[in-house]
């Protein structure tokens, strides 16, 4: 029996993932993991060569090879269309060129075919035997010989020549960052059935491991030329995406019009050698930045110049500077961006997109100013914070980055620091310690949620966003916890389902922000139902006037009766009340304020130049991320963030081969990412201040802020430690031994 205590408060907890016993007992369904009757496998030609104005296939000996089922190709594969790659639909595509649908190949690990057979070792046996001819093109690959840019936009603040003219103290610099490749665990994956319904026609099911199931079923509906309704998209699961997996990528469309013209379920799962090639990366980005500041520290002009690379089969662009519009106050700016042809895959959104390169670049600039200007790191950063949102003169709905600097550096121990490089040591060991600001927009969409109170008091919350692996379902839980009293254990989450009423994509760090809000409001819709259900003719709260919510049952407060959900809806003789409600950020509140989450990391970094061992030995994180939702999840991300940092700044790139335009580390062993052995000592904390203009929780999101500035930490402590300045990452040892 319920008792009338009010509910306990579970926002700002630590509840466990509401999913970690499915996926620690692989009860938790991934993509690839399906296996359908009569399913077929499909394994890719992936071209050899970056280039080629035409391409010839013979699959003839493929075809003969044991239980191969078809070979498909530019020649043979049914014509699909192009994706409108609109935002504001839905529609985005990773690349607007259907996969097969000419004889050209753009870049190296470009699809030429796909061989469908009865086992997977069949078909990757077959395509082997694919004989592919290219008549090869001299690839464009990265930035050798002319470097052709196209410049995508600018914004302009003020008059920036004549800032920097005037400038007392000036800093100029070119950083570079590499090519950087999404390595979630859980490779992409598509399973493509299509079903066929005598009343209703045909449809597509497709279990896809996608960021984003509606923009999914949105773009495959374009490309295949068939109603959004006759489509959809299941991603219950995710190993991770770091953005790869946001839009739609051709092994998705060639599992679907496989699995159409066979008349049998097909699945393409994605090696680990094609993640690099044909399912997106970061650009590599050439930044150029300048800053002048008076002799006291204070900024006049900061310009920041993109170049990234980019398709010719779609524009990607890495977007660097809009974080330094934004993160200090100067009166003049510019802020351009560009972007460079290659024959290289098209490149995506990968963890803060532009932000985690741009902040490497602005935050080391600012190092360096610093350094010039004879200013303590922190103070000049002290000194620079924007009190409104500069590039749109909007008050700032929570911004506590000063903060975040004081409390690191107290944390940290900052005041101990010698500023002059090289000077501290621990016995063979050099000792460097840098700061970086972090910085990452708070956004929050649109969003439409169900929730459902069943028969037997359990309740029931669904929304088409996704888990990519942060806690969304928990997150979800804990809303409905907070405002029911029902136990978690008694509340079913289901996600991932374009059946389901649309939410966000798993992305732009928004899902939190965005769906707390709207499972709140259905919620306390299906209470009101429930209410009313209670007051009615049979119930045990029959004429109750004002009924209050505690613990999973209603309190008659006029008699101090109460009853549990379960025995209303028993009573009552209900199976099910649904609320279902779509809630967004008013326009009042967009117009009034700008939404950010701030931070600052502060590292340490040891290097031993007898042996040129370099490693990130302490860090400090201080975020201002809003309210925080779930400490232990909320946790993992910066954690993970942290992490992912120290492989960004020191070991992570995708390397071309200037002549051939392969990826020559397509691998784990050869793209080094950081793992258990580089973590540093890691701490950790929120400012949890909420953040009430951008939803009633006050939460924001922190899947991506936590990588914004972390490289430049890491960079400007080598500074320290080195007197080495490294404007290309990552800072490998060679760097530091020249
Ligand atoms: Mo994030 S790069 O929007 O998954």
């Not at 991934?30 to 359908?36: I, M």
Request: charge should be neutral.
């Amino acid at each position: 029996m319920a008792t009338a205590a009010p509910s306990p408060a579970i926002i700002g907890k630590s509840p466990n993932r509401i999913d970690g016993r499915k996926k620690v007992t692989g009860a938790a369904d991934y993509a690839a993991d399906r296996v359908l009757d009569q399913m077929l496998h499909g394994y890719g030609v992936m071209s050899a060569v970056a280039s080629a104005s035409s391409v010839k296939v013979d699959p003839t000996a493929a075809l003969a090879a044991p239980g191969v089922v078809a070979v498909y190709h530019h020649g043979n594969f049914p014509k699909v269309y192009r994706s409108s790659n609109d935002w504001e639909a839905q529609t985005t595509v990773g690349e607007v060129r259907p996969p097969l649908e000419d004889d050209k190949v753009y870049y190296a690990g470009q699809f030429v075919a796909l061989v469908v057979a009865e086992s997977f070792e069949q078909a990757r046996a077959a395509s082997a035997l694919v004989q592919v001819d290219y008549t090869e093109e001299k690839p464009i690959i990265l930035w050798n010989g002319d470097l052709k840019t196209e410049q995508q936009d600018t914004a302009k603040r003020g008059d920036p020549d004549a800032a920097f003219a005037a400038a007392d103290v000036l800093h100029q610099a070119t950083y570079w960052t590499p090519s950087e490749t999404h390595n979630p665990i859980e490779t992409h994956g598509a399973v493509a059935q299509w079903i066929t319904d005598p009343a209703r026609g045909e449809r597509l099911r497709i279990y896809s491991s996608t960021q984003g199931v509606i923009f999914e079923r949105n773009a495959l509906a374009e490309v295949l030329g068939i109603p959004k309704d006759r489509v959809d998209v299941l991603s219950p699961y995710l190993g991770s995406g770091f953005g790869g997996k946001l839009f739609l990528w051709p092994h998705t469309v060639l599992a679907s019009v496989a699995a159409r013209e066979l008349r049998r379920p097909v699945k393409v799962s994605v090696t680990r050698a094609d993640m690099f090639t044909t399912v997106g990366h970061r650009p590599v980005t050439k930044q150029s930045l300048k800053l002048a500041a008076t002799k006291d520290g204070q900024l006049t002009a900061i310009e920041h110049d993109t170049v990234c690379h980019t398709s010719f089969t779609d524009t990607y662009l890495e977007d660097c500077g809009t974080t330094s519009k934004a993160l200090y106050t100067a009166k003049n700016l510019r802020v351009t961006h560009s972007v460079a042809r290659m024959n290289i895959g098209t490149p995506t959104a990968m963890r803060a997109p532009g932000s985690a390169p741009g902040l490497y670049a602005l935050e080391s600039a600012m190092d360096e100013l610093a350094i010039k200007l004879n200013i303590d790191p922190v103070e000049l950063r002290l000194k620079n914070i924007a009190d409104i949102e500069q590039d749109t003169g909007k008050a700032w709905s929570s911004n506590h980055l000063r903060e975040c600097l004081t409390a690191g550096a107290a944390k940290f121990g900052w005041s101990k620091r010698n500023p002059k490089p090289a000077s501290m040591r621990d016995g063979d060991e050099l000792i460097g310690w840098g700061v970086a600001a972090c910085s990452w927009p708070a956004d929050r969409m649109s969003c439409s949620a169900r929730v459902q109170i069943k028969a037997d008091g359990s309740i029931r919350a669904a929304c088409a966003t996704q888990d990519i692996g942060t806690g969304t379902y928990t997150v979800i839980a804990q809303v409905v916890h907070q405002l029911t009293g029902v136990p978690m254990a008694k509340i079913d989450v289901a996600l991932g389902d374009t059946s389901l009423p649309p939410g966000p994509i798993s992305g732009g760090s928004w899902v939190t922000a965005t769906v707390m809000p709207a499972v709140a409001v259905a919620t306390r819709a299906a209470l009101e139902r429930l209410k009313k259900a209670a007051a009615d003719t049979g119930s045990p709260l029959e004429g109750a006037k004002e009924l209050t919510v505690a613990n999973g049952a209603l309190l008659d407060k006029a008699t101090g009766k109460q009853a549990a959900f379960a025995d209303i809806m028993q009573a009552r003789r209900l199976s099910t009340l649904d609320a279902e409600y779509s809630t967004a950020l008013d326009d009042d509140t967009t117009k009034k304020y700008a939404f950010r989450s701030f931070g600052a990391h502060f590292s340490e970094v040891r290097y031993d130049p007898g042996i040129a061992r370099l490693r990130v030995s302490r860090t400090v994180s201080v975020l201002d991320g809003g309210r925080i939702v779930n400490a232990k999840t909320a946790r993992n991300q910066i954690a993970g963030a942290v992490i992912m940092g120290v492989g960004m700044a020191l070991f992570e790139q995708t390397l071309y081969d200037p002549k051939t335009g392969r990826v020559v580390n397509a691998n784990l062993a050869d793209y080094v990412v950081a793992t258990n052995a580089d973590h540093p000592d890691m701490d950790i904390e929120f400012l949890d201040y909420p953040d009430l203009h951008l939803n009633e929780f006050g939460a924001r999101g922190i899947g991506e802020i936590g990588l914004t500035g972390f490289a430049a930490s890491v960079a400007n402590a080598v500074y320290h430690a080195t007197g080495k300045r490294v404007r290309e990452l990552p800072i490998s040892i060679e760097k530091l031994m020249a």
